[in-house]
Structure formats: C-alpha cells, structure tokens
C-alpha cells in the first residue's frame, strides 16, 4: 500500500480543462497500484469517479465524467493523471486520489488505506 498526494486543482471556466496529479508521497513508482480518484462536492458524499489498474486499457469512468475525463500513467510510472476536459460547474469538488483495492470492467475498489484522504486539490468551475 502507498500514500499518495493530489496536486493540479484550479478554478476554470466552464469549457475549459485542468490536468490532476497523483505521486507517492516518498516519491516511490506507482507502477504496482490501482490509483482511484473520487471527489466531494460540497454538501455531498465523497464519491469515486474513475481508476486505473496495470495496463493502459483498464480503465474506469464513472458515467458523469465518461468522455470529458481521462486517467492515465506518465510513461516513468511515478504519476497517474486525471485530465479533465469540458469542465462543468458540477465538476466543483475537491478531488482525492487514493490506491484501490481492484479494478473491474464496472468499478473500482475502495481505498486500501483506513484513512487514504488527505487535503485533496480544488477545482471549481464558473463563469
């Protein structure tokens, strides 16, 4: 298990787009993680929104981001990204990453750590 840190958060307009950064925080390689990233709107459930396993095609989109999001791994291994186009004002959240359990062709896994979260990046996206 590893502790990760989320970096990358803005405020954009609507339409544009943000690139999210996930790291170990020992600086480690996340080669040998599934990394989730969820997010918490305000006055709303944390909620999970897509994952990555080993292979660049095991991927997860939760339908509300599907098509406007990508995750990805940087070629070194030492980052997974969430690129987010299209941003729209529901996208305002605080965003996490986290190590998950599994990927599956319809979710993800919950974190592996009891207490994965730590300050998370903000995005908000308005006019």
């Known amino acids: 298990q590893v502790q990760v840190v989320e970096t990358g958060g803005g405020s954009v307009q609507p339409g544009g787009s943000l690139r999210l950064s996930c790291a170990a925080s020992?600086?480690?390689?996340?080669?040998?993680?599934?990394i989730g990233w969820f997010r918490q709107a305000p006055g709303k459930e944390r909620e999970g929104i897509s994952c990555?396993?080993?292979?660049?095609?095991?991927?997860y989109y939760e339908e509300s981001v599907k098509g406007r999001f990508t995750i990805s791994r940087d070629p070194t291994k030492m980052v997974v990204y969430l690129q987010m186009n299209n941003l729209k004002p529901e996208d305002t959240a605080v965003y996490y990453c986290a190590e998950v359990a599994y990927y599956a062709y319809d979710g993800c896994g919950a974190p592996r750590l009891s207490n994965p979260w730590g300050q998370g990046t903000q995005v908000t996206v308005s006019t």
């Open positions: 990555i396993g080993y292979s660049a095609t095991r991927t």
């Open positions: 020992d600086g480690s390689s996340l080669e040998t993680y599934i």
